[in-house]
DNA sequence: CCGCCCCCTGACACAATCCTGACGCTTCCC
DNA sequence: GGGAAGCGTCAGGATTGTGTCAGGGGGCGG
């Protein structure tokens, strides 16, 4: 399992719970490595790019909440909030902030230890998305730094609504996207019924990107569902 | 926010707590489903393929953990589990089994919708897709991400009814579907009677998926009563 | 102020799907 | 043996979904 020895970040600053974690994560096989302050915290974050970190709400030089808020400014880490504060608000506030989790003081081993491998999962599923710049489907390729497309070498010009529609396609291909998924996705919540926005600018982009627009390779469509694009 | 209208299925069996969850829900713009037993749950979930899941331990038909377990045969879909027991091994066990966080009763509804924003963005992050995985049922293969059928590596084309149809038998694969659970689920619970319209639709699928489409090996008649999808 | 480009919208043709009725078969009960 | 009920099959027509085209309106830059 991917979970084994992973190395884990835990903030805190009560030299009692830090020996209490440090043992029992320890027997689990992590890797732990230690911060007491929220300044500490991001350099050991930065140096030693923990899988998981734990973190104290209650830090002498600083509010967890904006330090969690600090660390999605940057890293998409599992953050799994400790804290004696149980009140809702600071629930709430720290779960918005970016937390993936939230345990209240006092809690038990195995619970936070089950959480921990909730979290490392998510982490390990995430992970294997390509998040990367260029996107290349068969003959077509998508550069999102520079905003380029081309089919077959030649470049081809899209308008913005066209270029969103694309690349949505794009990193998802393979997949069937519904209706309601891309129109969410390219124009926003409140357009999940015009599916006729769909058909006009598919036709538009096959016009664009496909060598036959009547008997499309790339953009399929999946009839009563939506569409896909092939990757095959 | 993408969280808006997200589709939630909400397994619950106490009348209560079901409506205080379905107007809470409603409330923050939630498309609520509603099932009230384990079995009905995995005939919503395949059918209607909610963006999350609340489930309650506490069903009168089965154990919720070993639902969790089902469900995450074939979908990544995140599940909070919503408990009266707050032992700390239930909550290890539901965790582990792939739920992805546990909350007891009684809870506060600003705690829930928190973490219910944090499993979203969890699931918004893992990619734009429904996070469906494969069934496999003997020679029977379907896709849900890619809404491919296959039977022994040759690809099957369905229509929107015939793969609604096909999902839902292949998930409950094993166990008999009476006429009227399949009606309610595949076209909605005004069509309960019309029992013709499931002859015509599993003849259809018969001649697609079956070698001999008049001996019929996964999809078998259980004759006075309804249909089931032999799983060996 | 003008022109260009892009997005939205409506109308229409075509394709595919779903519904519906008729009919033959089997099974079970009388 | 006969009838009824349930099931499987087939084919045509209604309905829905999809592709396509063209034009108006609004925003942006010159």
């Given amino acids: 399992m991917s979970e084994l020895a992973a190395r884990v970040l835990v903030v805190e600053d009560e030299q009692q719970m830090l020996r209490f974690l440090r043992t029992a994560l320890t027997a689990q096989g992590y890797e732990v490595r230690e911060a007491v302050t929220a300044a500490e915290s991001i350099v050991e974050a930065t140096t030693h790019n923990p899988e ?33 504060r149980g009140r809702e608000d600071d629930k709430v506030a720290a779960l918005d902030a970016g937390a993936d989790d939230y345990l209240t003081k006092p809690f038990s081993v195995n619970e936070l230890l089950a959480r921990m491998r909730v979290a490392l999962r998510h982490a390990a599923q995430a992970g294997t998305d390509t998040s990367s710049t260029v996107i290349e489907v068969g003959e077509l390729r998508v550069d999102q730094v520079r ?3 081309a089919v077959g070498g030649r470049e081809v010009r899209l308008t913005p609504t066209e270029y969103r529609l694309l690349v949505l396609m794009a990193a998802n ?16 919540p409140p357009y999940m ?15 664009k990107i496909e060598a036959d627009p009547a008997r499309p390779r790339l953009l399929v469509t999946e009839p009563g569902v939506g569409y896909r694009m092939r990757d095959v």
């Fill in 52 to 84: 998981l970190i734990l973190l104290d709400l209650g830090l002498p030089d600083g509010d967890g909440i904006d330090l969690t808020r600090r660390f999605r400014e940057w890293t998409r880490v599992p953050i799994i909030v400790i804290s004696a």
């Fill in 147 to 149: 905003r380029e497309v």
């Fill in 173 to 188: 291909a393979g997949k069937v996207l519904t209706h309601r998924q891309i129109l969410k996705a390219v124009w926003g």
């Fill in 193 to 207: 019924g015009e599916t006729h926005y769909l058909r006009v600018f598919m036709a538009q982009l096959r016009r």
